[in-house]
């Protein structure tokens, strides 16, 4: 398990052991008239995979940014080890130990990927490991390093991709949420992508996973989470989902899972 | 020959200026949606402050440069705090409209009370203007202006600072990175706020010495800032927003031209040359000759 780099996070760990790592509940967001998301609760316990997943417009990528603090927040609220989050600014989450790889794969286009990496360290301060860290991110991801020098806007959609992660990554975050990460990729990188991400559960990461793609963000996930018009509809472990007959009919066009035995 | 020499000098030195004040100008509409139309201003401004401290306060040179960054950083720490703060949050469309209806405000205010302030107590007829002490240099055989040599060697140092600043500091590429991607920066812990002000900091300090410099070649009076304004704008159309060799180019470009219109056809015709250049680019790419990348 990767040591939290921030005294923030550290303190709240040794405050709360036992705490889920995130806690979500009575999230309400709304954008001026139009109500967005209903008393979404849930939570993601160390070391876990949750998947929150849902058809197009169901709140997802909202969920995440009501989280982040980048939309208005009307009703609720979200802790990291214990620590309320929603009254400080969004700034500040990745001093807690929460990362955030955006949905759309968002970096800086005109910098290098060394560069991008670098700003991944940017909330740590100036530190003497910033090279090992780097050659970490560039041992899971060999691409980036053959093109740290290339514009970062110059590269291929699935490195892309890599980079955001391997930026969200490389400060050793509590808590890594990932914003539809399959979005616009082609289905073989998808399927490199996922094994990553399935890596990043070996090491022990907890991770968020918002997705599109069900089923195999079920197959991954721990638990997960169903997301439809702005509420909380289904939660289970991701197995246990996948063979749900409402599931199956509805998102996976498959018929109900034959009885086990 | 000797002719040509001297108008390659005044075009080049000249264009660093705008270049400088283009890049200022450029770099805190990328990273904060502002657009500052009083930004030519603070050009006249800094000229003012070092002609009122060189030529009636008689001050040294270097006391008078100090006082000029001092007061000018203090200037775009205050200028931030007041017009560019209250936007933040909005959408770039709001902040674009909103900043250009409040600096426009400031600018007609701000000259008025320059102009009405300088005539009473200094002179009745403003004008900032200084002289260097080297105006005139015989290198190799050729005379050349020691004036704007120095401008040309100020302006590259300045420049090569600022370049500097952004590609090697941490808080120089926080910079860039919010210019390029606001989100994605605020997410990685970057404060917009103190970026805000560092901008402005060095924006308005920049801005400030290229009149102190502008004002060693020609002078200035307190009403000039909207045309400085237009030139700054028609340097950023040519290179893009957030370019610094983008500014450069274009500062180069609209620098020499202008040298060339006053030589051949008078002075007064001189920044006839932006407004051309300013609609004719407009017209044909108004997404700027250099594509509209960056920011």
């Known amino acids: ?261 | 020959m000797q002719t040509a020499l001297d108008l390659a000098l005044g075009g080049i030195s000249l264009g660093g200026i705008y270049a400088l004040t283009a890049f200022a100008l450029s770099m805190a509409l990328a990273t904060t949606h502002v657009l500052n139309v009083a930004h030519g201003n603070f050009i006249v401004f800094g000229a003012a402050l070092a002609t009122f401290l060189l030529n009636v306060l008689k001050l040294g040179g270097t006391a008078t440069a100090a006082a000029v960054v001092v007061c000018f950083a203090a200037a775009g720490l205050l200028f931030e705090r007041a017009f560019v703060r209250p936007l933040l949050g909005k959408t770039p469309g709001q902040i674009l409209i909103g900043s250009i209806l409040i600096t426009f405000g400031f600018a007609v205010a701000s000259e008025a009370l320059l102009g009405y302030t300088w005539a009473r107590r200094v002179d009745p007829q403003p004008s900032f203007s200084l002289t260097f002490p080297l105006a005139r240099l015989t290198v190799g055989g050729a005379v050349l202006s020691g004036t704007r040599l120095f401008v040309l060697l100020a302006t590259t140092a300045l420049i090569a600072a600022l370049h500097l600043f952004l590609t090697r500091t941490a808080l120089g590429k926080a910079i860039r990175a919010m210019a390029q991607n606001y989100e994605a920066a605020v997410i990685l812990g970057m404060n917009p706020r103190r970026i805000s002000a560092t901008v402005y900091l060095i924006g308005i300090t920049a801005t400030a010495a290229a009149g102190v410099l502008l004002a060693l070649a020609s002078p200035l009076d307190p009403y000039e800032g909207t045309r400085l304004t237009l030139v700054a704008l028609t340097v950023i159309i040519i290179g893009g927003v957030g370019s610094l060799p983008g500014a450069l180019i274009g500062g180069a470009v609209l620098g020499v031209a202008e040298v060339l219109t006053s030589f051949y056809a008078g002075g007064v015709w001189g920044p006839v040359v932006y407004l051309v250049v300013f609609f004719a680019v407009l017209l044909v790419r108004p997404q700027g000759l250099m594509g509209g990348r960056a920011g």
């Open chain 1, 1 to 261: 398990m990767h040591n939290p780099p921030f005294p923030e996070s550290a303190q709240s760990a040794i405050r709360n052991p036992q705490s889920a790592m995130l806690e979500v509940s009575g999230l309400d967001v709304a954008y001026g008239d139009l109500r967005v998301l209903w008393d979404v609760s849930f939570s993601v316990g160390r070391g876990e995979l949750v998947a929150l997943v849902g058809p197009n417009g169901a709140g997802k990528s909202t969920t995440l940014r009501a989280i982040f603090g980048l939309v208005p927040v009307r009703a609720g609220a979200v802790t990291l080890q214990g620590v309320p989050l929603l009254p400080e600014p969004p700034y500040t989450r990745i001093r807690h130990g929460l990362s955030l790889v955006p949905e759309g794969r968002r970096f800086f286009p005109q910098m290098s990927v060394e560069e991008n990496l670098e700003l991944g360290c940017f909330a740590l301060g100036a530190r003497d490991g910033l090279r090992r860290e780097l050659d970490r991110v560039y041992a899971v991801f060999p691409p980036l390093a053959d093109r740290r020098r290339q514009a970062a806007g110059t590269l291929s959609g699935g490195q892309q991709q890599m980079l955001a992660i391997g930026m969200g990554l490389i400060s050793h975050p509590l808590l890594l949420a990932l914003d539809e990460p399959s979005l616009g990729l082609a289905p073989m990188v998808v399927d490199h992508l996922y094994e990553v991400v399935a890596g990043l559960k070996r090491e022990g990461i907890t991770v968020l996973l918002v997705e599109q793609q069900i089923y195999a963000a079920l197959d991954l996930a721990d638990r997960a989470y169903i997301l439809e018009t702005g509420r909380i509809r289904r939660e289970g472990p991701g197995r246990a989902l996948l063979a749900d007959p409402y599931i199956r009919s509805t998102y996976l066009g498959l018929t109900p899972a034959p009885p086990p035995g």
